[in-house]
DNA sequence: CTAGATATATCGAAACTTGATATATTCTTC
DNA sequence: GAAGAATATATCAAGTTTCGATATATCTAG
């Protein structure tokens, strides 16, 4: 199980929310799932950092009440906070995938100089 | 500029050292000029890290006495310290890169669903 | 003598990490 | 209707990490 850290963290949950408004517990599943499991944010991980998200204007925020199916009109339901990718936030997320791609290309080019290099020519991905 | 986090850090230093022994100064230049000024490891992040894979039998470690050209052959010169992986270190370093490559692999999985892909093929290697 | 590069190293305030805890609702099963 | 799991948000606290600032000292160029 791969720990990701928040730098890590905030690129995977603002592509998230690229796709389209989603919540905590949405977002936290969601990651879980399309990862197989190998990522893992829990919730104190998630909420700290949506709240970061939120302060520096990369993402709106509004709540909904989540009815029960039949339940009362009156019953105040379980509630749920959206979070939207701002335009600010788009910015910061195409920025933040430019710097993440240099990252990678400029990693490769330590990490392949190494004698561990076992001279594959594929790159992992069909590993 | 990015600022290398611990867990890049290492894997750069260990890739570095794979390729030969070396000391804090040089490896930290050799991280500047190999990333083209994009990456840089300090000394405040540099040292406690060597420190950490000597700890950890990463990596063992002798110094050198720097004489100046036509010093006094009686006078303390320079201190250097070099850092050499060690069998362990190599061993790390390999999986290491594999966890490197799994991480890369999934992250791109995020990434790459998001509308801020502006359908560019080219890796942004040329901007 | 001065300034800048080389070289190693620690300090401390801020930020980050993460299991644990708190609170409350809704769904499923018996 | 009781129990337990899942949904849903959020904070706490103890530990680790980060990184500019600082300290120390040598070497080189002007």
Known sequence: MLKLKQDHSELVV????????????????????????????????MYPLLTKLEKNGLV???WEEVKASGSDPDSNGRR????????????????RI????????????????TSSEQSETQTGLAG
Chains 1, 2 share one sequence.
Do not use: N
């Open 60 to 62: 709106t925020t509004s």
């Open 14 to 45: 603002l592509s998230v929310l690229a796709e389209g408004p989603s919540y905590g517990y949405a977002i936290s599943k969601d990651i879980a799932a399309r990862s197989d499991g190998h990522f893992k944010l829990t919730a104190s991980g």
């Open 98 to 113: 430019e710097l993440h791609r240099q990252l990678q290309s400029i990693l490769d080019g330590f990490v392949q100089g």
């Open 80 to 95: 749920r906070k959206w979070y939207t990718l701002s335009a600010k936030g788009h910015k910061h997320l195409t920025k």
